[in-house]
């Protein structure tokens, strides 16, 4: 199920965390988190069972949806089914973790987060530490509920109870915030016949021109 609070600005750059489950009924739910990324504020939370395969349409829809956002899947387990259709799929803008190869001494790229013992307690810092310093507002009720039960045991693991996919999902979209304006990153706006786009041809002195049809509509600054 999709909440929505705020809908996709023109201007505004976005990024989408999402936590994979196997998708059956009784099982782990996947989650989808979008964030504001200049903000903080979260902006819209998609919730439910549903296949791996079968999630990767939800993820392209909402991030397309909301500009092409920077969008970051879980790559353990099943995620990797969502990465292979949202990469079949074309989604424009997916995070891409680099490492260097041991073997061959040069630098490849996978799709997706890959959460290690190492990796998750930084994520889960980050987003507790985002959360202290009020980077964050978090809108959604149930995310919330899940914050306050996610704990770290004394053999330091960490788990939500009874689920924390809501979590996870959102420590994601967190990470991507450090990555959402970096150039490879940001997605063009096509601001044709915008204020600023006229305050351009202006100052360049271009000539201003429109095809309809056949014919071609010039005018001059």
């Not at 997706?112 to 809108?139: C, F, H, Q, V, Y």
């Not at 096509?190 to 271009?206: G, I, L, Q, Y």
């Amino acid at each position: 199920m999709l909440t929505v609070w705020q809908e996709p600005e023109r201007w505004g750059g976005y990024v989408l965390g999402v936590d994979t489950a196997e998708g059956l009924g009784h099982g782990d739910y996947s989650c989808i988190q979008v964030l504001d990324a200049r903000e903080g504020t979260q902006v819209a939370v998609w919730h439910g069972h549903i296949p791996p395969d079968e999630l990767a349409y939800e993820v392209h829809n909402l991030g397309i949806w909301y500009g092409n956002a920077l969008c970051c899947v879980e790559s353990n387990n099943h995620g990797l089914t969502t990465i292979t259709q949202l990469r079949q799929l074309g989604y424009p803008n997916m995070f891409r973790r680099r490492s260097l190869n041991s073997q061959t001494n040069r630098m490849s790229q996978e799709f997706g987060w890959k959460t290690t013992r190492t990796s998750k307690p930084l994520m889960i810092d980050d987003l507790s530490m985002a959360l202290r310093n009020d980077e964050l507002l978090i809108k959604d009720q149930h995310t919330i509920a899940e914050l306050r039960t996610y704990v770290r045991n004394e053999r330091g693991g960490m788990s939500g109870s009874p689920h924390d996919d809501r979590v996870m999902a959102l420590a994601l979209a967190n990470q991507m915030r450090k990555y959402a304006f970096v150039p490879e990153y940001v997605q063009e706006v096509d601001d044709m016949w915008t204020f600023d786009w006229w305050v351009r041809k202006a100052n360049k002195h271009e000539p201003v021109g429109d095809t309809i049809g056949l014919n071609t509509i010039r005018g001059t600054t």
